[in-house]
């Protein structure tokens, strides 16, 4: 597809180590409430691997990952140690770019995964405790073989609920669009520097993101 906006490059992920980190991001990001959008591909997968990670501690976390056992996409969400996993059964590995959104709002006690802009499956989402703290994106916090094989561009959070019908216009049939003034926008990496290890946020919260361990700019985009 083509982009409507200048959507030059994507991250490529080696499945082994890289990854991206945006702690700075947890001030402006609430478990009770809020959305991620962000464009993937899986190039292959040998074993479970992680999307993103954002969370307090080990009872109040935001999680979505591919389980290679099942070949399902799932998304976690565990507020005050009670946690909902959400998952859908559709293929992703080696099969292109895809879009991924995923909502959580405790006060309705829902969570929402869409996958190319349409909803795939529902859940509950219990209250959280504390402050996000850290955000890692292909990368589990805790186990070092859950690293990311492929690519991702263009991560979007928000501190509302994505209505259905904003999932659908984000993924515009397969052409990413400009998120820049996009109500409810708290922090957007683009990834089009194309250098160096700090990605800028294209939000008005100022919150790099940062390369990890070599992980690359590829030219691979939606």
């Known amino acids: 597809a083509v982009a409507s906006f200048a959507d ?34 899986l190039d292959f997968y040998l074993h479970t691997a992680w999307i993103m990670e954002a ?23 565990e507020g005050g140690g009670s946690e909902t996993t959400i998952y859908t059964s559709t293929t992703v590995e080696e099969n292109g770019w895809h879009h991924l959104v995923c909502t959580w709002d405790t006060s309705a006690n829902a969570s929402i995964l869409y996958l190319d802009g349409s909803s795939e499956v529902t859940g509950a989402a219990s209250a959280f405790t504390g ?4 955000i890692d994106f292909g990368k589990n916090r805790s186990s070092s073989w859950l690293q990311w ?46 250098t160096g290890t700090s990605i800028a946020d294209s939000s008005s919260n100022s919150n790099a993101m940062t390369l990890v361990n070599g992980t690359a700019f590829t030219k691979d985009t939606p």
Do not use: C
């Not at 609920?161 to 708290?186: F, K, Q, R």
């Open 131 to 134: 402050t996000i703290d850290a």
């Open 8 to 41: 030059d490059y994507s991250i490529l992920l080696d499945g082994v180590d890289d990854h991206m980190t945006v702690d700075g991001a947890g001030s402006v990001i609430s478990g009770n409430s809020g959305s991620v959008s962000l464009w993937f591909t």
């Open 55 to 77: 969370n307090v501690d080990s009872n109040n976390t935001v999680t979505i990952y591919h389980h290679g056992g099942t070949n399902q996409l799932r998304f976690i969400h």
């Open 149 to 194: 094989p492929g690519n991702m561009n263009d991560i979007a959070y928000f501190d509302d609920v994505l209505t259905a019908g904003e999932v659908t216009a984000i993924y515009n049939s397969g052409a990413p669009t400009d998120l820049s003034s996009h109500s409810g926008l708290v922090g957007y990496w683009k990834f089009e520097e194309n």
